[in-house]
């Protein structure tokens, strides 16, 4: 492969990486933070409010260690609270704050226009196109690590 076409994808990447998504300058937040969040809300439906760190980690394919980390920022934040399950302690149960649930609706309404944006300015083809072309970057990179761990 060319060297100049990997240099390409790398500045691509890291372009897109900076550029990132624009979020309401209101919350202090980064995406994948929005992302915790917004799978507690998804959550919040559930009886019992609790959260599953595995259930996250997979939807999310964010380590434990760090969903754990955001959860902490997002406590003292306050985005989010936390206790213990008095009938399971090993369960936790987790909740969007007021503030928390808020900050979840600006930033939803502004992710939502940007993307829309986006999409109008691709095109229908292009974006689906777009995200066919994602989805095999990323299962390359999986496949490439996997192979790397069973080295």
Known sequence: MDRSLKEEIVKALFRFRKVGMILPKSADLNMTELLVMRRIEEMSTLAD?????????CNLHITK????QMLN???KKGYIQRSIDVSDRRRVLVNLTENGTMV???TKESVNNH????VSRLGDENTKRLISL??????????????????
């Open 65 to 68: 260690s760090a969903i754990s």
């Open 104 to 106: 979840v609706k600006e």
């Open 115 to 118: 993307l829309g944006e986006i």
């Open 49 to 57: 409010n609790s959260i599953n760190l595995s259930e996250i980690h």
């Open 134 to 151: 994602l989805e095999q970057v990323s299962d390359i990179s999986e496949e490439l690590k996997d192979q790397s761990h069973t080295v």
């Open 73 to 75: 920022s997002l406590e």
